[in-house]
């Protein structure tokens, strides 16, 4: 039975008027419409009748319901029955409706009486054309108003229709809505289907939203740039009316273009939003998903809660979101699409505090959900202070961007216990996420460590096992078969702790983090932290601790510290692949460090960065006037003028190098050789103190035969007599460094000369220079072996004698050569100084003296000394130097420098009479041309030998010299 209404003369969509009873609203045919053009004069609905021969009266009331909404806009209507045959049309015709004339019959027409055509049967006026499809809109409804859109199910009445639609243009062409049924003044004008068009969809949900508060059905949230609006799902007339809540039959899928068909007969159980039927994927939620872990489209996926209530979790009013109290554990604890689960259905296994179970407050204290399911996981940037939102497009624990974004994330909370992020070497640093696992309900690892890491070098998975700080599963097993420590399953490159389990054993089993402190970035702060590391290899890092210990080196306390360590090493980027060296003088200003990007014992351009970090120290006030290390001690002070301009200071001799090709101090730490010199590990020498561990080692790599160095230097240390530089030569206790005569850091090709005494550029004269030394009393540090001629003689009496004036104040290099000799005394040429010598004129024996005498003259002719040269020389085979010093000659008035101390000093056979010495056992007159001699010499005595020469021949020397 129709629900029917009781007509009212103020409804204002109303033209009939009331009648008696309660039969509702008046249906009979609007007496202004005449039917014209039929089939022909003779027949029912012929012209001039109000009948159509082919519809009955009832049909057409349709169009005098048209009428009725359209008032007198229209004057010619064709009649609905054209696809009959009819040919007629329906015109305004007659007096329009007034105070005296009813527009309406009171009776039916003649010629229907049947029971269809009694006002009492006849149906609404819009089920009476939109029950059937017009044009090419669809039917809305059934005939009996089922499949409408009433409130409570109820069937459809005219009046309910015109609460949505503006009939004021109807049968224009569209469809024409109130924007708010309960204030129609706007109308919204719909032009196409809402089902696939999102513009129009957008229109209706706005007039949707109006009776149905989106606070109680808010719109669908899902993932992409397409937002579904209620038409996606809803359809505004069902007439075939097999769905609850006028589901539509066929919802059209935006991803696959295809319309599915949908079945949503109950809530749960069969037909419901996904009823689990394998063979036909047809329930509400199933027919879009395209990417869900559940509930797909096509079957696919595990069961998730398959025939039950799925709006008891994902509510209309939340947009489908979960939102119960458990509602985030219910599905995150199952895989969601490619997402893993984060928890389990008790809590356990998220970032609760202090260990405890998670529930929904915990999840919305880190995470945004305002676009929950849109395809990207959203965290509040500060959890403490909601207001910026991180929006993460990858997996933190794999992409290095994800997990940088995370890092103020997870300080804002951990920040008061300083877990400073992981310091390592290389252009990838690790961030929180590297090692611990915000969620992980399969790992039984302590602190949320992750039970599997990725190890970026060798791009691969991990295993991890942390299940105690100390002992088994603790931050690194022993075992080289299941190498699953915290610390152990990334490192590569370390000395202990490898990733395959190889490497030196180290506190293994123990608490890492007791020398390795995660508020340092797991940087070593003990006390010994550097020594306990760098004493054995790091990667291709050498060990460095044992270099403190060596024969040369900076720091020469017992025991190296932290503080020495840092005096030099700048350590905010500790473990990142670099060294990283600090100037002392502004040790603070990260523009001064020096970040060397290759060895500088390989590299001459890392090696000469270095300049400025040395001099720093060596300066005139050494580390900022006071001592740099815990051992108290100044550095030797360079003058960096004096460098810039030295002949090492130039090209690729930098402070720093290998000491063969480039540089000269090869470590700073110790060296095997004196002065830190390169190479620091010369190789250990069969005979204590080979020349390898010394200055002359490192020299003699450039000023060798094939240079760069324009001298050879070493072929002359090589000669027979030398001065002891070499550790092998010094093995008598006689000590002198090549650094004595020249300071590396000042000499020049000019001025190559240092003052032995104060090690700075020498500025004397080259007689001066070699009488610091041989003077009787050398330099500290310079020491003359027992042998040598020349040991324990003060030479400093050279100064004012005949070769002395007579040579000039070159007169020592006029004899001697600086460095070494084939000859005796480092002389330039052979002088014999054997007794008993066989000597022929000629065979130079006396070479040496023949450089600046002339041999026939002194040894054949005549002179003061009479023809005793020859006697002496050739007959008694004497050498020149048992009666003459070269270097003085004791009575200054002696022009022959003829003094027999030297022959004394080294026992020749010789002995002084009557009170002489080796000073006064010879005497001459120049000026009376006449001497004698007391000495018994070859036991022929002298008591004494008068010489009384005829003739006097002196040369003056000054005339070649």
Avoid at 678 to 703: F, I, K, V
Wanted: aromatic residues 6%.
């Amino acid at each position: 039975m129709l629900r029917q209404e009781q007509a009212s003369d103020t409804d204002p969509y109303s033209q009939s008027r009331p009648v008696g009873g309660s039969h509702g609203w008046v249906t009979r045919p609007c007496r202004l419409l005449k039917h014209t053009g039929g089939p022909g004069p003779d027949s029912p609905g012929g012209p001039g009748t109000d009948q159509c021969p082919v519809i009955s009266w009832r049909d057409t009331y349709k169009v005098s319901t048209l009428c009725r909404a359209l008032g007198k806009l229209v004057a010619l209507v064709v009649c609905p029955c054209v696809m009959s045959g009819c040919s007629g049309v329906w015109s305004l015709g007659g007096a329009p409706p007034g105070d005296d004339a009813a527009p309406y019959d009171d009776t039916s027409p003649s010629g229907d009486q049947s029971d269809d055509a009694s006002p009492a049967s006849v149906e609404l006026p819009c089920l009476n054309c939109h029950a059937s499809p017009m044009g090419r809109r669809r039917a809305a409804v059934e005939e009996s108003g089922a499949g409408g859109h009433t409130f409570g199910g109820e069937l459809l009445t005219d009046a309910q229709c015109r609460l949505c639609h503006d009939t004021i243009q109807h049968a224009w062409g569209s469809v024409r809505l109130w924007r708010n049924p309960f204030r129609p003044e706007a109308v919204i004008e719909v032009a196409g289907d809402p089902s696939k068009d999102p513009a129009e969809a957008d229109k209706v949900s706005d007039f949707c939203s109006a009776c149905h508060n989106r606070a109680d059905y808010a719109v669908h949230q899902v993932s992409g740039d397409w937002q579904p609006a209620c038409t996606a799902c809803h359809d505004l007339h069902d007439p075939d009316g097999i769905n609850l809540t006028l589901v539509s039959g066929l919802v059209y899928n935006r991803t696959l273009d295809i319309d599915k068909a949908v079945v949503f007969s109950g809530r749960t159980g069969s037909g419901s939003f996904d009823d689990g039927d394998p063979t036909v994927h047809d329930g509400i939620c199933q027919v879009c998903h395209t990417d869900t872990f559940y509930h797909r489209h096509n079957g696919a996926g595990p069961a998730h809660f398959d025939g039950e209530d799925c709006a008891r979790c994902h509510p209309h009013n939340a947009g489908f979101m979960s939102t119960d109290e458990t509602s985030c554990l219910i599905c995150h604890s199952r895989p969601q699409g490619d997402r893993r689960a984060i928890t389990d259905a008790s809590g356990t296994g998220g970032h609760a505090l202090q260990g405890g179970v998670l529930v929904e407050a915990d999840c919305a204290v880190c995470h945004e959900m305002t676009r929950h399911r849109q395809g990207a996981v959203r965290l509040w940037g500060d959890p403490n202070d909601p207001s910026s939102v991180i929006e993460l497009g990858a997996d933190p624990s794999v992409d290095a961007v994800a997990a940088g974004q995370l890092i103020p994330f997870c300080e804002a909370c951990h920040e008061d216990v300083d877990f400073a992020v992981h310091q390592v070497s290389g252009d990838w640093q690790p961030a929180c996420t590297a090692c611990h696992d915000l969620h992980d309900p399969a790992s039984a690892n302590l602190a949320l460590v992750s039970a599997s890491i990725r190890n970026q070098t060798l791009n691969i998975d991990k295993p991890v096992m942390f299940s105690s700080l100390t002992g088994l599963g603790s931050f690194s097993t022993s075992s080289a078969v299941d190498p699953d420590g915290i610390c152990q399953v990334c490192h590569t490159v370390t000395m202990f702790h490898l990733h395959d389990g190889t490497g030196a054993p180290h506190q293994e089993g123990e608490d890492c983090t007791a020398c390795h402190t995660h508020d340092t970035g797991f940087v070593p702060d003990a006390s010994v932290s550097c020594s306990i590391c760098h004493s054995l290899a790091q990667g291709a890092r050498r060990p460095i601790g044992g270099e403190f210990d060596l024969a040369s080196r900076h720091v020469r306390g017992e025991a190296i510290g932290n503080a020495d360590c840092t005096v030099c090493h700048e350590m905010t980027a500790h473990q990142q692949g670099r060294v990283r060296l600090r100037n002392v003088d502004d040790p603070e200003n990260p523009a001064s460090v020096i970040g060397l990007s290759d060895s500088p014992l390989s590299s001459p351009a890392q090696a000469a960065r270095l300049e400025p970090f040395c001099l720093a120290c060596h300066d005139a006030d050494g580390a900022r006037g006071a001592a740099p290390f815990t051992d108290g001690a100044i550095p030797p002070p360079i003058d960096a003028g004096l460098w810039a301009s030295a002949s090492h200071g130039w090209g690729q001799m930098s402070c720093f190098g290998n000491g063969r090709v480039f540089g000269c101090h090869g470590t700073g730490h110790g060296s095997m050789k004196a002065d830190l010199l390169a190479p620091w590990d010369a190789s250990q020498p069969t005979l204590e103190g080979d020349m390898l561990r010394e200055q002359e080692g490192l020299c003699y790599s450039c000023h060798d035969a094939d240079g760069p160095a324009a001298t050879d230097i070493e072929s002359q240390f090589a000669l027979a007599t030398r001065h002891n530089v070499s550790s092998l030569d010094q093995a008598d206790g006689s000590a002198v460094e090549c650094t004595h005569c020249h300071n590396p850091h000042e000499v020049t090709n000019a001025t190559s000369l240092t003052d032995p005494d104060s090690g700075r550029l020498w500025t004397g004269s080259s007689e001066a220079f070699c009488l610091t030394c041989h003077d009787g009393s050398p330099p500290a540090g310079v020491s003359f072996p027992p042998t040598s001629p020349g040991t324990g003689f003060d030479k400093s009496v050279f100064v004012g004698t005949t070769h002395d004036s007579e040579l000039g104040e070159s007169s020592c290099r006029h004899c001697h050569r600086p460095h070494g000799s084939s000859h005796l005394a480092m002389l330039k040429d052979r002088y014999v100084v054997a007794d008993y010598n066989e000597y022929s004129t000629g065979d130079g024996d006396f070479a040496a003296c023949w450089l600046c005498h002339d041999e026939e003259d002194t040894i054949e002719r005549e002179n003061a000394f009479e023809y005793r040269h020859e006697k002496h020389v050739k007959d008694e085979r004497s050498p020149c130097i048992i009666c003459h010093d070269v270097h003085a000659g004791y009575d200054a008035t002696e022009p022959g420098l003829i003094d027999m101390a030297y022959a004394v000093r080294r026992g020749y056979d010789s002995v002084f009479i009557s009170g002489a010495d080796g000073s006064t056992s010879f005497w001459i007159d120049d000026w009376e041309n006449e001497g004698n001699c007391l000495v018994t010499c070859h036991e022929e005595e002298h008591d004494p030998q008068d010489y009384d020469p005829e003739s006097l021949d002196t040369t003056d020397c000054s005339a070649c010299h």
